[in-house]
């Protein structure tokens, strides 16, 4: 039952943790001033999706600690990335600094890498893969908002 309690603890700190700096910084009119790529997703996919990704993120750190412990480098990196993943938004949508934030989601990028080719649990891997694509695929559109504005 430990296993499943320290699960819960991950998902509940990580998910809650994440929604909370969504919340407190949501886009708001500077944001929807800025000029966006004709593939910007629509506004009401952003919740659900890092809802998931969150779920998923925690499971992957949740994982590494019950194999590899979070003091290894797997561990390390899990921490890094969950702290740039919960600077981003501040930083962009916060003090509206685009290129600052493309510079810390670059790094997130990278962070996310080093933990797909570091952890030792394959399905930790698993669990940062749709995160992978989709961290990918939100440093295009902060590149694209920041380069357009």
């Given at each position: 039952m430990n296993k499943f309690l320290s699960l819960a603890c991950f998902i509940i700190v990580v998910v809650s943790v994440g929604l909370l700096i969504g919340y407190s910084t949501a886009p708001g009119t500077w944001y929807q001033s800025l000029e966006k790529p004709p593939f910007n997703p629509p506004n009401w996919l952003f919740a659900p999706a890092w809802t998931l990704i969150y779920v998923l993120i925690a499971i992957a750190g949740w994982r590494v600690m019950m194999i590899e412990g979070l003091s290894g480098w797997s561990g390390r990196v899990w921490f890094a990335q969950m702290a740039l993943n919960w600077a981003w938004s501040p930083v962009?949508?916060?003090?509206?600094?685009?290129?600052?934030?493309?510079?810390?989601?670059?790094?997130?990028?990278?962070?996310?890498?080093?933990?797909?080719?570091?952890?030792?649990?394959d399905k930790a891997r698993w669990c940062f893969l749709p995160y992978a694509a989709w961290v990918a695929f939100a440093t295009v559109l902060n590149g694209w908002i920041a380069f357009a504005n």
């Open positions: 962009f949508f916060g003090l509206q600094m685009p290129f600052a934030a493309l510079a810390i989601i670059v790094l997130l990028l990278i962070s996310i890498i080093a933990f797909l080719l570091l952890a030792r649990d």
